[in-house]
């Protein structure tokens, strides 16, 4: 049962979404119990494997028992562990919010959340562009359908251009895949880095085009600047739970691109070319996100710039590529992904008790439960802009610190320029929710149980991840430097004479991995 546990978090929530589809017209009560529990035992999974993973051992699981590069490979290291406890852990703050009652506003909403987290922890997992590219179309799937939940203009709107872009960006994928699989007869990730090492002239230069076809896919789904704008309208029109789960879909944009960079084309020619892209992208993300944050009306396309503030970051830090860098991104990651999945659930809870006014920044009727929404508002206003004591400051220190030279002049300020934006936003929006003056009645309805344990299952990463910074910050750099090394993935995956022959070419080319 130990060597098949890798394979547990695809297997799960798939038989899950299955029988949640099959039993649609099963009780709601039924439906939340089923999702509740297979999500809570996806954080269980999660966690032995994040500890398998921890020791530095590197699990390998060929499906069929073919043996790779010909058969599909999953493979588990510390990067691939850490997004599928950071998945799991948002995944059921998510599942425990929807079944307050946002569950029951369309159909079959448990099965589909199942389905985004198969083709999410299958991302995670896979060893090879081909069924990464699979696993990436059942999470969009997934997402089309939970995007639309419930109905209504604005997310019909938004759902439209969602799926209208994510299948030009499908379409570029393939295409890209393709042309790598023309240069290089594989697409398994450890053969392609081995066969990629040893190309020059005109296969060099396609295998290049190739890789930057791909990383402009993943920055698609990364929502990097320019491909950034279906962002705000579409995680704002989404349902609460929705949108907050939608907080690990641009990481997992951040998570490939990290994988191809380190892994495949770490000594190509096209290695020169991704770091620029990174690095002036996404400084120019922090910037253009900064504005948005400044200019937006609602707590809801608010976050989402939040959002986007924290796609930036990340992709400039993978930029600077280093393992300091790397180190510091890592350790943001977490922290940034459950706040904002955070504040998404409290704005819905706050434009629960305002009517009409919903979360839009105008006066409105007192809020019922102000003590306690304030509370929490004011814990993830501060975890979100990044204020001491926070993990959120402490990331952002990491990664200043990371930056050396030229690179220190660009980051430092933009960093704290997006901070203030990210406070004075937040400071205007807590002072409109719950220190301006209000109209009419004091508003009705309470928060239910369901709603709260969501909220505060996520919130409460930003004390634990400084609690314990100290062995967070010690996986995430030993994380960086298993990226730093890739000899050590294709060396047990395809044997020792790979590694050694890739080895052979990066000492004559004095390149080091």
């Known amino acids: 049962m130990n060597q098949h546990l890798i394979i547990f978090p695809i297997l799960l929530p798939m038989i899950g979404a299955l029988a949640l589809l099959l039993m649609g017209k099963a009780s709601f009560t039924t439906h939340r119990r ?22 530095g051992e590197l699990t390998f699981y060929g499906l069929g028992n073919w043996q790779a590069p010909y058969g599909i490979v999953l493979m588990l290291d510390r990067l691939s562990a850490l997004m599928l406890t950071l998945t799991a852990v948002l995944a059921l703050g998510c599942a425990l919010f929807a079944s307050a009652g946002d569950d029951t506003k369309g159909s079959n909403f448990h099965g589909l959340f199942q389905l985004q987290l198969v083709g999410l922890n299958g991302a995670f997992l896979t060893g090879d562009l081909f069924n990464l590219f699979v696993f990436f179309e059942i999470l ?10 419930g109905g209504g203009k604005a997310r019909v709107g938004a759902g439209l251009h969602y799926v ?63 491909l950034y704008f279906w962002l705000p309208r579409t995680y704002s029109a989404a349902p609460a739970p929705v949108a907050a789960l939608f907080a690990i879909m641009t990481k997992v944009g951040l998570y490939a691109i990290l994988r191809v960079q380190t892994m495949i084309f770490i000594d190509s020619p ?24 400044l200019a937006a009306r609602d707590l809801r396309p608010l976050i989402a710039y939040l959002v986007l503030v924290s796609v930036g970051t990340l992709l400039a830090g993978a930029a600077l590529g280093t393992t300091e860098a790397t180190t510091a991104l890592l350790y943001y990651l977490p922290h940034t992904t459950l706040i904002c999945g955070a504040l998404f659930l409290i704005a819905e809870m706050i434009g629960q008790q305002r009517g009409k006014a919903g979360t839009r920044l105008v006066r409105a009727r007192r809020l019922h439960q102000r003590h306690l929404l304030g509370g929490l508002f004011l814990v993830a206003a501060v975890a979100v802009a990044g204020l001491p004591p926070l993990a959120g400051a402490l990331g952002k220190l990491m990664l200043m610190q990371a930056a050396e030279g030229s690179a220190r002049l660009w980051l430092w300020p933009l960093l704290l320029l997006a901070g203030l934006c990210s406070l004075i936003a937040m400071s205007r929006a807590g002072s409109v929710f719950f220190w301006a003056s209000y109209k009419g009645e004091v508003a ?26 100290g062995p967070v910050s010690t996986y995430t750099q030993a994380t960086a430097e298993q990226l730093a090394n890739p000899q050590e993935p294709i060396r047990q995956l395809l044997g020792d004479d790979t590694a050694r022959q890739i080895a052979q070419i990066q000492d004559a080319t004095g390149e080091t991995p």
Do not use: C, E
């Open 164 to 226: 209208i872009l994510n299948l030009a960006g499908s379409a570029l994928f393939l295409i890209a895949l393709g042309v790598l699989y023309g240069a290089t007869g594989t697409l398994n990730m450890a053969d392609m880095a081995r066969r990629v090492a040893t190309m020059t002239g005109d296969q060099a230069a396609l295998v290049t085009a190739g890789a930057l076809l791909l990383v402009v896919v993943f920055s698609l789904k990364a929502a990097l600047l320019p």
């Open 34 to 55: 089923i999702s509740v529990s297979l999500t809570a035992a996806l954080v269980l999974i999660s966690l032995l494997l994040l500890s398998r993973a921890a020791s």
């Open 140 to 149: 969009l799937l997934a997402s089309y359908a939970l995007l639309m939940h």
């Open 270 to 293: 096209a290695a020169g070319g991704i770091t620029a892209w990174l690095w002036w992208s996404g400084l120019a993300t922090i910037v253009l996100a900064g504005v948005g944050i």
């Open 444 to 469: 009705t309805g309470r928060i239910s149980r369901a709603q709260l344990a969501g909220v505060i299952w996520l919130l409460a990463s930003a004390p634990l991840l400084v609690v314990f910074g």
